[in-house]
């Protein structure tokens, strides 16, 4: 199995920032992919970016592009969210998302997760 521990999230100003963590352990040798994921009310939980662990590639939602960056250490097994110009609307729970199979950019690859991390956005 892989586990997954969410840390960074918090409240912060509209316009501020934060730095989301992810550390896995377990089997993380099976690792292909990890992503972001935050919890829509009402809806299934959405795939706000992802990384690919060998080569990189990156997938963003539309809107957090040009906001928020996705990256990994595969030394460390952990992978980050730099959330930036934060505003009210994105504040929800965010999951990170592990996957040993499937393409990255697709939700329905992702079947390790996180408990979750609150971001909170004050206006």
């Known amino acids: 199995q892989v586990q997954l521990v969410e840390s960074g999230g918090g409240l912060v100003q509209a316009g501020g920032s934060l730095r989301l963590s992810c550390t896995a352990s377990?089997?993380?040798?099976?690792?292909?992919?990890m992503g972001w994921f935050r919890q829509v009310s009402g809806k299934e939980r959405e795939l706000v970016a992802a990384?690919?662990?060998?080569?990189?590639?990156?997938y963003y939602v539309d809107f957090v592009k040009g906001r928020f960056t996705i990256s990994r250490d595969n030394a460390k097994n952990t992978v980050y969210l730099q959330m930036n110009s934060l505003k009210p609307e994105d504040a929800d729970v965010y999951y990170c998302?592990?996957?040993?199979?499937?393409?990255?950019?697709?939700?329905?690859?992702?079947?390790?997760w996180g408990r979750g991390t609150q971001v909170t956005v004050s206006s």
């Open positions: 998302a592990a996957t040993g199979r499937g393409y990255y950019a697709r939700k329905d690859s992702y079947d390790f």
């Open positions: 377990g089997r993380t040798d099976s690792i292909y992919a």
């Open positions: 990384i690919s662990w060998n080569l990189g590639n990156t």
